[in-house]
Every structure is written in structure tokens, then in C-alpha cells.
């Protein structure tokens, strides 16, 4: 599993996807969370501005990643 850090408290999920290099854009960031292709945590997350934490894990396929 890779982790990525953030500097802030929390951060978007379609700004995260690109900043992990999950997605290529903010546009393909929001089709992927929209079609139901990510997973926060476990679960299928379709809010794209869903606010993540330090802890949080992100999967794309068979990406997976912590936020740390």
C-alpha cells in the first residue's frame, strides 16, 4: 500500500486522486468517484468533495492509498 501526505488537515477526494496519481485530471477524478469506482475506507464513495482525513485509505482499482 502506498501512503501520501498531506499538509493540510483534510482534502477533497478528486484533489487527492490527483495528487496520488490515481487520475490524470480533475475531470477523470470526477467520472471515476461518479461511476463508483473508488472506494474510501471500504465503502464505494460517489461525493466527489467528500473531505478525507489523515487515515484514510483511497482504492482505485487495484490502487490502494493512505492518507498520512
Do not use: P, W, Y
Request: aromatic residues 2%; contains cysteine.
Amino acid at each position: 500500500m502506498q501512503k501520501i501526505g498531506i499538509k493540510t488537515d483534510v482534502i477533497k477526494l478528486n484533489s487527492f486522486l490527483k495528487l496520488a496519481d490515481l487520475t490524470d485530471s480533475g475531470g477523470q477524478a470526477k467520472a471515476l468517484i461518479k461511476d463508483g469506482e473508488v472506494q474510501v475506507n471500504g465503502e464505494v464513495c460517489t461525493v466527489v468533495r467528500k473531505q478525507l482525513h489523515k487515515g484514510d485509505i483511497v482504492r482505485v482499482g487495484a490502487s490502494e492509498v493512505e492518507i498520512v
